[in-house]
């Protein structure tokens, strides 16, 4: 994902939890994952990824659904 955001290859990122939905500048899909206890910016620039890089990715957090949440599912 870092190297993907430093070639700015990548247009959106959603974050529900510990999931990523990442959307590419070519419209496909990609899931990943994070550590629930670091921020997203956090971990992006601990690969080496500048702000100025991040600026160019639009990151939206997401709620989990409400019966996922209560019981704990991802």
Do not use: C, F, H
């Amino acid at each position: 994902l870092a190297m993907s955001i430093q070639r700015n290859e990548v247009k959106q990122i959603d974050v529900t939890d510990s999931n990523l939905t990442i959307i590419k500048t070519d419209d496909k899909k990609e899931e990943s994952r994070k550590e629930s206890n670091e921020s997203l910016q956090t971990l992006l620039r601990s690969y080496g990824v500048t702000p100025e890089q991040l600026q160019s990715v639009q990151i939206s957090v997401v709620p989990e659904d409400g019966w996922k949440y209560w019981m704990g599912v991802s």
